[in-house]
């Protein structure tokens, strides 16, 4: 499969700490794009990264990307509990999109 | 701020009964695409479309799926003779372009939860 792969499959964290979760994947990409979903919600396009590119930053949000290791970590600082949801990497690859299992992250207030 | 709209929100369907999905993708977007999530489970890619022709499709979109843009402004999904396990969110989704190797942000809508019974 070329899906990514993330890990943790949950997270559970307080109010204000980070929360680090990892992509994995098997194939060469074009990019990497990391969303979010809530709960019976539609997706939220988050950060893309580009296969030429190591590290990306949005407000909170740090995306890298180690293509020879083909994995990809998303970094939320500072953590609320809004930022409670499911987060997916999507690996873009041959005009298709492939998404993984999704962490669950839960932040405590 | 544009956003993807879907119809309807909730779809229940008894099993055989065709139904069709709704989507009205951002205006200026050229690509468009439908996914599926069954409870629980992945985000899964059904297929894309561009030029008023399928782009990609996967091994789920068979024979029993069909998608058409009738207009300027909707894009559908048509699933003949649904099955129970056709049950899942059904997101469309849209981007300006598909370039390989440039910024393609798909934009989604918030879903179609089609039950079969």
């Known amino acids: 499969s070329q899906q990514g792969e993330e890990d943790p499959q949950a997270l559970s964290i307080q109010e204000g700490e980070n929360a680090t979760m990892n992509c994995s994947y098997k194939t060469s990409i074009n990019n990497l794009q990391w969303y979010r979903q809530n709960s019976g919600r539609g997706l939220v396009h988050l950060i893309l990264?580009?296969?030429?590119?190591r590290e990306k930053h949005s407000g909170r949000l740090r995306v890298t990307l180690d293509t020879s290791k083909k994995s990809s970590s998303l970094l939320i600082t500072a953590s609320r509990a809004a930022d409670t949801a499911s987060y997916f990497c999507a690996i873009y690859n041959f005009n298709k999109f492939y998404f993984g299992s999704g962490t669950k992250l839960n932040v405590k207030p | 701020e544009p956003e993807v709209t879907q119809t309807p929100s909730h779809q229940v369907t008894q099993m055989g009964q065709e139904v069709i999905l709704r989507c009205v993708p951002i205006?200026?977007?050229?690509?468009f695409y439908w996914y599926r999530q069954i409870l629980g489970q992945k985000v899964e890619f059904l297929v894309s479309f561009y030029n008023n022709e399928i782009s990609e499709k996967s091994e789920i979109f068979d024979d029993q799926f069909s998608v058409e843009r009738p207009d300027g402004s909707n894009f559908t999904l048509k699933i003949r003779s649904t099955k129970l396990e056709d049950s899942a969110m059904y997101f469309c989704?849209?981007?300006?372009?598909?370039?390989?190797?440039?910024?393609?942000?798909?934009?989604f809508g918030p879903g179609t939860r089609l039950t079969v019974l």
């Open positions: 990264i580009r296969s030429n590119e």
């Open positions: 989704a849209s981007s300006e372009a598909l370039q390989v190797g440039t910024y393609n942000e798909q934009f």
């Open positions: 205006s200026n977007h050229l690509y």
